[in-house]
């Protein structure tokens, strides 16, 4: 691929990027937002999050160590949603979840 092309494929992702976020922006200002649109736009970050998260426990060849290394970070995963209906704190999570993750691998 020449620079030419690279520079051409960079600038059209670029509009199409600054597009999709800066379009909405636009359109929406000044308006007021219905509860329920609010509370969705929300819980874009925490949908990420956990998208994130779930791409990294479930791997398509999780089992292939055995049950148990497939099952420890899933176990872990269960304590900290707990700790997250819980508390609701972002910082509790993270300590539970290391320290369980820690302690799963102790045993």
Same mark, same amino acid.
């Given at each position: 691929?020449?620079?030419?092309?690279?520079?051409?494929?960079?600038?059209?992702?670029?509009?199409?990027?600054?597009?999709?976020?800066?379009?909405?922006?636009? #359109? !929406?200002?000044?308006?007021? *937002?219905?509860?329920?649109?609010?509370?969705?736009? /929300? +819980?874009? $970050? @925490? %949908?990420?999050?956990? #998208? !994130?998260?779930?791409?990294? *426990?479930?791997?398509?060849?999780?089992?292939?160590? /055995? +049950?148990? $290394? @497939? %099952?420890?970070?899933?176990?872990?995963?269960?304590?900290?949603?707990?700790?997250?209906?819980?508390?609701?704190?972002? +910082?509790?999570? @993270?300590?539970?979840?290391?320290?369980?993750?820690?302690?799963?691998?102790?045993?």
């Amino acid at each position: 691929m020449s620079a030419s092309e690279l520079l051409g494929l960079y600038g059209c992702v670029l509009v199409v990027i600054l597009a999709c976020r800066c379009v909405p922006l636009l #359109a !929406l200002r000044g308006r007021a *937002l219905s509860p329920r649109v609010s509370e969705a736009l /929300g +819980l874009i $970050p @925490a %949908a990420a999050f956990a #998208a !994130l998260v779930a791409n990294d *426990l479930l791997t398509p060849g999780m089992f292939d160590a /055995g +049950l148990w $290394p @497939a %099952a420890l970070p899933l176990v872990a995963a269960g304590i900290v949603v707990v700790v997250a209906l819980r508390t609701r704190s972002l +910082l509790w999570c @993270a300590v539970v979840g290391v320290v369980a993750y820690m302690a799963l691998m102790a045993l």
